[in-house]
């Protein structure tokens, strides 16, 4: 085996092993990121809605106290609030969604579906729990979802969602009776939910993973040719002429040339000592034949 394909076999190993290891934990780290920032916008989304709710219920409501008696403002309610903000954001970020997903609503569009209810479910079964976050697959791609419950924390909560009979009757003739009634006080009736898609981050940290492995190919393949061409130019073909150099001289062929190196390094020394050698050899062999 030449010395060319020794450097060659190890050279390549190691780079296997070093493009193995830095594709692994390069892609597991952007990976990571994706996954957070997509996590930080879903919170940042939530943070959003809690405050247009806030918003609403303290600096809109209070002024409307008289006209709701007349007629029933939707505009006023902070579940309804949030719910058409969230969703006029959705005309430029159609992949977004914001929902106050409910068992037993008020106004059906925020009937939780199947998915939903599982959640609003383990919400109910287990208190403590605040946040359950999870991924999905929607028909326009995959979509990360950050879920939080709802529960009754305040009285005054429930003149509008006990029973009919406590409901302002301007409501009543907007929603009727049947549907979201019979809430009770620390009840969990339901959960907000914002959707988020992940093929945005994920894709443009599979473009980063892409570029910075084929820059990583690249320098290898560049590293590859210097170190064949310095090794074929400075040591294999200088040893291989100096090889031939010594095969003639066994033989008594003083004609061929002097080895010429040029060069100060270890192949040069070598050839110089090579030449020394070669022209004492010269000078015992004529004083011999003399
Ligand atoms: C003045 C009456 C009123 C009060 C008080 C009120 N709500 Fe509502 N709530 C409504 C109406 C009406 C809707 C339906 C709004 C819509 O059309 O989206 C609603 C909707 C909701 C929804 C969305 C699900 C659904 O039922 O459609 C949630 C969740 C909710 N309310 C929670 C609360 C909580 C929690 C409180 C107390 C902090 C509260 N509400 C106080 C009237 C009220």
């Keep these: 085996m030449g010395l060319r394909l020794k450097f060659n076999l190890v050279l390549t190993g ?3 092993a070093g493009f193995a290891i830095a594709g692994w934990t390069s892609y597991e780290l952007l ?3 994706a996954r957070e920032e997509i996590l930080r916008h879903a919170r940042m989304m939530m943070e959003m809605a809690l405050s247009i709710r806030g918003y609403t219920s303290t600096q809109v409501r209070p002024h409307l106290q008289a006209q709701l008696v007349q007629t029933f403002l939707p505009q006023s309610v902070p579940a309804y609030a949030a719910t058409e903000m969230m969703g006029d954001l959705r005309k430029k970020y159609t992949d977004y969604g914001y ?3 409910t068992l ?4 059906p569009r925020n009937r ?3 998915w939903e209810t599982d959640i609003v479910t383990s919400f109910r079964n ?3 729990n605040r946040e359950i976050i999870g991924e999905r697959d929607t028909p326009t791609g995959r979509s990360l979802f950050v879920a939080r419950p709802i529960q009754i924390a305040d009285s005054g909560c429930l003149v509008c969602h006990s029973t009919p009979a406590e409901a302002p009757k301007s409501m009543l003739a907007l929603y009727g009776e049947a549907n979201g009634f019979g809430w009770k006080m620390n009840e969990i009736i339901g959960a907000q939910v914002v959707s988020v898609p992940t093929s945005l981050p994920i894709e443009s940290a599979n473009r980063a993973f892409v570029t910075f492995m084929t820059s990583l190919a690249v320098v290898f393949v560049l590293v590859f040719i210097a170190l064949n061409v310095m090794l074929s130019r400075m040591i294999v073909r200088p040893i291989q002429s100096m090889a031939r150099a010594a095969d003639a001289v066994s033989i008594g062929n003083f ?3 002097e080895f010429e190196s040029g060069t100060k390094d270890e192949i040069g020394v070598l050839g110089a000592s090579f030449n020394r050698m070669r022209r004492s050899l010269q000078k015992a062999m004529r ?3 003399g």
């Design 31 to 33: 990976q990571r990121n």
């Design 14 to 16: 190691v780079f296997l």
């Design 112 to 114: 939780a579906t199947d």
């Design 287 to 289: 004083m011999l034949e």
């Design 99 to 101: 929902k106050e997903a």
């Design 255 to 257: 004609e061929i040339a």
């Design 126 to 128: 287990n208190s403590a």
């Design 104 to 107: 037993n609503p008020t106004n």
